[in-house]
């Protein structure tokens, strides 16, 4: 198995020179957590490094058995501040049908975590040409491209780029759609302080604050999102995923800040995907999961479907789930993706 290179980014200022020490983790403390989290995975799969540009690598899970090899594969991008120990629901189901890869982003989780451009486009441009050199690297012709959250930005974008390639795209409560509401009232003007603690924050990555507080991080996570532990409450019963949650995201910064990059304030994409889906060839189907208790809008869905009058468009909602709906009602998201790709072979 190779071992993780590349380039670190250096973050914001001084503090990532004096952070990892402080914060009770490392690569090897992530890669048992990840373990842990795929535990209860009874399909045979393989892992791996798969070398890309300028010395990344991209860890990568394949499943692949031999009644399905010949299928379209599926392949997994997962959301921010995630990585392929989240899929630990779905990937037995997904993969008894077609070859499932499962890898961790540019930046995020096991792979390269490399420097990345500070412009918005160019960050993008990134995240797309590595998923483009991975494809390479791995003998895929085409694929299906599902992702969660970024991963759903990411795949339209490699889709826009890259047609040919994509037989199926399947997004999963995507971001950066939908243009940046102008929400303020003439009458009712945003408060000078709320401005200013604004301009404060903005220089530091989303997740600073998780490796500011150190060694009171792992409690933190388990205090603030207690929902991670019930999401997997059928395979785990101890803190094995606000744990992997943890190491996720308090490793050095890279893909979190290219993600800080590609937004504006209060999460807003810079470059809204809606803006671009006229680009995106209409023979690529497209099939948009939400869940009913999620905070994210799905009109964005609405508005692809509008503009989409000729090409195939399906939005699906999962009753009971929220955001992380892949793992808020697991069974039920397997069944509906099956189903979704059924037509592709």
Known sequence: MAEQGGTANRGWCWIPNWLPSWCP??????????????????????????????????????????????????????????????????????????????????????????????????????????????????????????????????????????????????????????????????????????????AIFRPFNPLAGLRLVGPLGPTLVQTLRPDFKKKFSSMFSDNTVSQYIYHLNVQTPSGETAFKNMTGPCGWAKRPMLHRMDRLHPDIPIAIIYGSRSSIDSNSGSAIKDMRPHSHVEIITICGAGHYVYADQAEDFNNRVLQACDKVD
Request: proline share 6%; hydrophobic share 40%; charged share 20%.
């Open 25 to 198: 983790t490392s690569t090897n403390q992530l890669q048992i957590a990840e373990d842990s989290m795929l535990r209860c995975v009874n399909s045979a799969f393989t892992k791996q490094f798969i070398p890309i540009s300028s010395g990344n690598l991209l860890w990568t899970l394949t499943f692949c058995s031999e009644g399905v090899k010949d299928k379209t594969p599926m392949v997994l991008l997962h959301g921010f501040g995630g990585g392929v120990g989240l899929w630990a629901q779905n990937l037995d189901a997904l993969s008894q049908r077609r070859p499932v890869f499962a890898l961790d982003l540019l930046g995020f989780g096991q792979s390269t975590r490399p420097l990345f451009y500070t412009e918005a486009q160019g960050a993008e441009d990134q995240f797309v040409e590595s998923i483009e050199q991975w494809r390479t690297k791995m003998g895929l012709e085409s694929m299906i491209l599902l992702g969660h959250n970024l991963g759903g930005y990411v795949a339209v974008s490699y889709s826009i780029r890259y047609p040919g390639r994509v037989k199926h795209i399947i997004l999963v409560e995507p971001w950066g759609f939908p243009e940046r509401p102008d929400t303020v009232e003439p009458d009712r003007p945003i408060p000078v302080w709320i401005k200013a603690l604004g």
